[in-house]
């Protein structure tokens, strides 16, 4: 297969493609179906479907790790996927597919940050004014709550979610670099929705409206785009953006992944009929120009 010419961009590419269809299901199934259940239905699925994806790649469920480094990686599924995740989808039910598209870019940044404060990566020049930029595009997109067609309460709340899940879903990958550098990466995901799976499923018997909760799962209307969705982004995604990173430049498959952003912000003005308003179309094309200069420069 690392024959066939741009097959790694072409995988990188279909990763952005089925994300991005997949955050418009999740966004018409968040109108039906609660946030955790959504998350924990799309986390069960994958599990299930990436143990078999597991042994298809040559890999096991279980490897010779030690128990600190299993610790870390079901932590860091707590952060990322229990948490991040589950804040993601109710910040995608608040400001819609569009705003979200753009809040999601802050992830570079705060990623490039939390490196910088715990690995002690180093931020170069270009990458500032990239994370600047995509600060200011958020800005842009949401300063003035009536052109989103938000109330002031409405938007600063969906931000703030946003934020937090964009703060969880970086702190989860940043702590698990090190040993994401020298592992297989298909086992690093599965054991990471094991701790997500886990944390979610324990923190469900304290909700007051639990059963609510399980029942929306299976709602009639929004079903059909959870399924989807979850097969879509959590599984397909995924397994495409694994093939992008294998048979292309790190890099550029990741460069190419974050266009879903770009599509998201599209699809969300075909399919879901969002008002594309000149600050929204200003903010994504800025956040765009930031992550370019983060990820190449």
């Not at 940044?109 to 995509?134: C, E, K, M, N």
């Not at 785009?225 to 097969?231: A, H, K, N, W």
Request: net charge positive; charged share 10%.
């Amino acid at each position: 297969m690392e024959t066939v010419p741009y097959i790694g961009e072409t995988f990188a590419l279909a990763s952005a493609l089925v994300w991005a269809l997949a955050v418009i299901c999740f966004k018409k199934s968040g109108e039906t179906t609660h946030p955790l259940a959504l998350n924990l239905f799309k986390d069960v699925l994958s599990l299930i479907l990436f143990v078999p994806t597991l042994y298809f790649f040559g890999e096991t469920l279980f490897i010779p790790a030690s128990p600190g480094e299993y610790a870390v990686l079901l932590v860091s599924g707590v952060l990322g996927i229990a948490i991040g995740d589950t804040l993601f989808l109710k910040c995608l039910n608040v400001l819609g597919a569009g705003l979200t598209a753009i809040v999601t870019f802050l992830y570079t940044p705060f990623t490039i940050g939390l490196s910088i404060l715990f690995l002690r990566d180093v931020l170069t020049f270009y990458q500032v004014i990239g994370a600047a930029l995509i600060a200011f595009a958020v800005l842009v997109a949401s300063l003035k709550p009536g052109t989103t067609g938000l109330t002031k309460k409405a938007l600063l709340y969906g931000l703030g979610i946003g934020l937090l899940a964009i703060v969880s879903s970086a702190a989860g990958l940043v702590m698990i670099k090190n040993l994401l550098d020298r592992s297989p990466l298909i086992w690093v995901v599965e054991i990471r929705l094991v701790g997500g799976v886990i944390a979610l499923l324990a923190f469900l018997p304290f909700m007051r409206n639990r059963r609510a909760v399980i029942s929306s799962m299976f709602s009639k209307q929004g079903f059909k785009y959870t399924l989807l969705g979850s097969l879509s982004g959590a599984y397909l995604g995924m397994v495409f953006w694994l093939a992008g990173m294998k048979y292309s430049l790190v890099s550029i498959a990741t460069a190419l992944s974050q266009t879903s952003n770009l599509m998201v912000f599209a699809f969300a003005a075909l399919l879901l009929k969002e008002p594309i308003t000149s600050r929204r179309l200003a903010g994504i094309l800025m956040a765009v120009a930031g992550a370019l200069l983060i990820t190449f420069l």
